[in-house]
Nanobody
Framework: VQLQASGGGLVSAGDSLRLSCLVTGRPGNSYKVGWFRQAPGKEREFVAS????????YYSDSAKGRFAISGDLSKNTVYLQVDNAKPEDTGVYLC?????????????WGQGTLVTVSS
């Protein structure tokens, strides 16, 4: 399984953007895809996850309200919509594919896409 994240860039506070995570290789082995954020000087944190075939979505408390995750099985792509972007959203956004309901050390990671939100 390979993951390719895209859609990052430099945006202004209040703008919206949509990140994409394309799953290739053996996408049928992917049970769910999660988005994580690595902010400068901080630990990587969970943002949201999407369960294929069930359209089940999970969000961190900080992501609820402005972030929306969705998936398109026909395109093997999971999206992360960010509305009303804030400077604290800045970081590298990475997507992660898990074969199981729980994330573990056997998961696959994409290379990440950088989001910079200017105030």
């Amino acid at each position: 399984v390979q993951l390719q994240a895209s859609g990052g860039g430099l945006v202004s506070a209040g703008d919206s953007l949509r990140l994409s995570c394309l799953v290739t290789g053996r996408p049928g082995n992917s049970y769910k895809v999660g988005w994580f954020r690595q902010a400068p000087g901080k630990e990587r944190e969970f943002v949201a996850s999407y369960v294929w075939n069930r359209d089940v979505k999970y969000y961190s408390d900080s992501a609820k309200g402005r972030f929306a995750i969705s998936g398109d099985l026909s395109k093997n792509t999971v999206y992360l919509q960010v509305d009303n972007a804030k400077p604290e959203d800045t970081g590298v956004y990475l997507c992660r594919s898990s074969r199981d309901p729980l994330f573990d050390e056997n998961d696959y990671w994409g290379q990440g896409t950088l989001v910079t939100v200017s105030s």
